[in-house]
Each structure stands twice: as structure tokens, then as C-alpha cells.
Nanobody
Framework: QVQLVESGGGLVQAGGSLRLSCRASGSIFRINTMGWYRQAAGKQRELVAR???????NYADSVKGRFTISRDNAKNTVYLQMNSLKPEDTAVYYC??????????????WGQGTQVTVSN
């Protein structure tokens, strides 16, 4: 199996910064796309950013210019640097990874979620 463990969430004032990390471990042959979703209270889960194994990135319009996604393939880890945070960024952030397992089966795996709260 594959496990994703997130870290880095917390409480920050508006205008501040946080850096989320998510490390994948387990029966991994190759990780394709990795990314971050978020879900605010009472809202649907939405894509924040994603990054391919080759480093191509996509961002939600709401975070462009403020958030930066990156990854360390050697460490099976994806990062989300969040700057100029706004109260509307408050949500539970989930990382995911599109993984080809050691058994050559392909699945999306998800982290447990980390809370990000931005206060006024």
C-alpha cells in the first residue's frame, strides 16, 4: 500500500505564509502527478494546484501568483508554499498522488488532510 502524510498546516494571520509538505511512502514504482485540493466548510473539494513528474504545474485562478507547488522526486514529496494568505484560503488541505504501485496497478492516493486557518 501507499501512504501520504501531510504536515505544515496551522493558524496564520491574513497576509502571512505557510508551507505544506506531503510525503508518499510504501509500495511505489512511480509517482505521476501530485497535487493539493482543499475543502472549506460547507463547500465542495476544489483543486488548488498540481504538478507532473516532469514539473509542469497548474493552479486554481484564486491562488495564482500567491501559491507555489513544487516536488522532490527523490523524496516522493510535494510542497505547497502559500504566501499572502487570505481568510478565504481557510480550509482542510489534502494532498494526492497518482501512483503506479510496485504491483503495476495505478491509483490515486490521498493524505489525511491538514487544517489551514487564516484569521483577519
Amino acid at each position: 500500500q501507499v501512504q501520504l502524510v501531510e504536515s505544515g498546516g496551522g493558524l496564520v494571520q491574513a497576509g502571512g505564509s505557510l508551507r505544506l509538505s506531503c510525503r508518499a511512502s510504501g509500495s511505489i514504482f512511480r509517482i505521476n502527478t501530485m497535487g493539493w485540493y482543499r475543502q472549506a466548510a460547507g463547500k465542495q473539494r476544489e483543486l488548488v494546484a498540481r504538478i507532473t513528474a516532469g514539473g509542469s504545474t497548474n493552479y486554481a485562478d484564486s491562488v495564482k501568483g500567491r501559491f507555489t507547488i513544487s516536488r522532490d522526486n527523490a523524496k516522493n514529496t510535494v510542497y505547497l508554499q502559500m504566501n499572502s494568505l487570505k481568510p478565504e484560503d481557510t480550509a482542510v488541505y489534502y494532498c494526492y498522488a497518482d501512483v503506479l504501485t510496485s504491483a503495476r496497478a495505478q491509483y490515486d492516493f490521498w493524505g489525511q488532510g491538514t487544517q489551514v486557518t487564516v484569521s483577519n
